[in-house]
């Protein structure tokens, strides 16, 4: 087994672990997670909102998508070879989480009055994010 297989099994264990800690109600770790997330939430800067708004609807769409195509032909052979593992990488990873969320199946936590910029999504869990898993 190479160094890579190795790291990969680490950090699906580690993700399982992970899992198996959130879906704990009332475990310490919910209850710090929603302590950031009003930190987080409650801090806005009102000039960047509309912005923040439209990179929460789309920004892996547009995002990730530019990034590869730019890597693919700005990147020289090794832009190229990073560029088709990322497009790999999503094509295996979005379905997976999409799996993972029904399995863990966290709620998303109730959070106390807040200055929101959009409703919270109440079709999906919220554990593995759609976010972080792409990145």
Do not use: C
Request: net charge neutral; charged share 15%.
């Amino acid at each position: 087994m190479n160094r890579y297989h190795a790291v990969a099994i680490g950090l699906l264990v580690i993700f399982v672990i992970l899992a198996l800690a959130v879906s704990v109600k009332d475990s310490p770790l919910v209850a710090a997670d929603t302590k950031a997330f009003l930190a987080v939430n409650d801090s806005h800067v009102p000039s960047l909102n509309k912005f923040m708004v439209l990179m929460t609807q789309y920004g892996r769409e547009a995002f990730w998508p530019v990034a590869g195509i730019l890597l693919f032909f700005l990147g020289g052979w090794a832009g190229k070879k990073i560029a088709i593992i990322m497009a790999i990488s999503m094509l295996v990873l979005i379905p997976i989480g999409t799996v993972a969320k029904d399995l863990v199946a966290r709620e998303r936590p109730t959070i106390p009055q807040s200055d929101f910029l959009l409703a919270a999504d109440k079709e999906e869990g919220s554990f593995p994010s759609g976010h972080a898993t792409i990145v």
